[in-house]
T-cell receptor
C-alpha cells in the first residue's frame, strides 16, 4: 500500500475566512494528486486534479478562485478554501496515485460557522 | 445512464455468508477497476484492484472482471460484522494510465448482522 496524510483532520472556521488543507504522500512521490469533497450519505465528488509544478485542472462547476490548489513538491499538495461560507462545510479528501492505484488520505472535516 | 453503476442496497447478509457486490460501467475502453471500502465518517480504503478478465483473490475477497459484459464484482466470503460499510466501485477510464481520474459508483451499503 501507500500512506497519504492530511492535515488538519477537523477544522471549524468563521464565515469569510480562508482555510488551508495539506495533503502529503508519506512514503512515495506523487506527481498527481486529486481533491474530492463528500457530503453526508453521498458519493465522492472529484473537485480537481493537482499536478506538481503546473496548474491544477478543475472539474466543471468547481470555482478555481475559491478552491486554490498548489502542488509545490512531489509529496505535498494544498487546498485553500477562500472566503469560506457555510455551504462549503463538507468532508474534503485527497488522494495520490502509486503504481496505478489511488490511495486516499484520512480526510478533513470542514465546518464553517 | 450513469458511467459507473452499483446497486445502492442496502445489502444485508448474515455473519459467515458470502456478500456479493456488483458494478457495471459504460466506458468500454476502461482498463483499471478498483473496490474501496468506506466506513461511516472515514475516507475510502483500497481493498482490491483488478485489470484482467477473470478472478483475483486476496484473503476473503475475490474480485471478478468481465470486460465483454462491462461488469465487475466483489465477493466477500465468511462475512463479518466488521465488513459492514459502504463499498465503492471505481473505474479508471483513461486506458490504464497511472494518473487517470477515477469514476466512482454511488456505493453499496453492506450490513453484516450477527
Amino acid at each position: 500500500g501507500a500512506v497519504v496524510s492530511q492535515h488538519p483532520s477537523r477544522v471549524i472556521c468563521k464565515s469569510g475566512t480562508s482555510v488551508k488543507i495539506e495533503c502529503r504522500s508519506l512514503d512515495f512521490q506523487a506527481t498527481t494528486m486529486f481533491w474530492y469533497r463528500q457530503f453526508p450519505k453521498k458519493s465522492l465528488m472529484l473537485m480537481a486534479t493537482s499536478n506538481e509544478g503546473s496548474k491544477a485542472t478543475y472539474e466543471q462547476g468547481v470555482e478555481k478562485d475559491k478552491f486554490l490548489i498548489n502542488h509545490a513538491s512531489l509529496t505535498l499538495s494544498t487546498l485553500t478554501v477562500t472566503s469560506a461560507h457555510p455551504e462549503d462545510s463538507s468532508f474534503y479528501i485527497c488522494s495520490a496515485t502509486k503504481d496505478y492505484e489511488q490511495y486516499f488520505g484520512p480526510g478533513t472535516r470542514l465546518t464553517v460557522t | 445512464q450513469k458511467e459507473v453503476e452499483q446497486n445502492s442496497g442496502p445489502l444485508s447478509v448474515p455473519e459467515g455468508a458470502i456478500a456479493s457486490l456488483n458494478c457495471t460501467y459504460s466506458d468500454r475502453v476502461s482498463q483499471s477497476f478498483f473496490w474501496y471500502r468506506q466506513y461511516s465518517g472515514k475516507s475510502p480504503e483500497l481493498i482490491m484492484s483488478i485489470y484482467s478478465n477473470g478472478d483475483k483473490e486476496d484473503g476473503r475477497f475475490t474480485a471478478q472482471l468481465n470486460k465483454a459484459s462491462q461488469y465487475v464484482s466483489l465477493l466477500i466470503r465468511d462475512s463479518q460484522p466488521s465488513d459492514s460499510a459502504t463499498y465503492l466501485c471505481a473505474v479508471n477510464p483513461a486506458g490504464g494510465t497511472s494518473y487517470g481520474k477515477l469514476t466512482f459508483g454511488q456505493g453499496t451499503i453492506l450490513t453484516v448482522h450477527p
